[in-house]
């Protein structure tokens, strides 16, 4: 079992930056994504970044390249979602998720576990 426990959900305006924080905890050694998800009411969750914590690699939407910034740090087993110039349309409940499989990164179906959830709010 992984337990993961997300922080720094914020309320912020436009342009602003917020730093997500998720310590994960229990069986990590054979994780093959990590990653941070967003959803709104009434759609479907959307992946936004994730890291291979086998090979190192990172994956980002389309709509968060260039702002945001997805990061591991071992020793205090958390990763982090670095959130810059964002945007009102950012705005969504953010889910930290952990999963075995390393494909698809943006599918939620490829996770088992999931936190629950930190609220981020950009207002215009």
């Known amino acids: 079992q992984v337990q993961l426990v997300e922080s720094g959900g914020d309320s912020v305006q436009a342009g602003g930056s917020l730093r997500l924080a998720c310590v994960v905890s229990?069986?990590?050694?054979?994780?093959?994504?990590m990653g941070w998800f967003r959803q709104t009411p009434g759609r479907e969750r959307e992946g936004v970044a994730s890291?291979?914590?086998?090979?190192?690699?990172?994956f980002y939407a389309d709509s968060v390249k260039g702002r945001f910034t997805i990061s591991r740090d071992n020793a205090k087993n958390t990763i982090y979602l670095e959130m810059n110039d964002l945007k009102p349309e950012d705005t969504a409940m953010y889910y930290c998720?952990?999963?075995?499989?390393?494909?698809?990164?943006?599918?939620?179906?490829?996770?088992?576990?999931w936190g629950q959830g930190t609220q981020v709010t950009v207002s215009s």
């Open positions: 998720t952990a999963g075995v499989n390393i494909e698809p990164w943006n599918v939620a179906a490829s996770y088992v576990y």
């Open positions: 229990g069986y990590i050694y054979n994780l093959g994504l």
């Open positions: 890291l291979s914590p086998r090979f190192g690699t990172t």
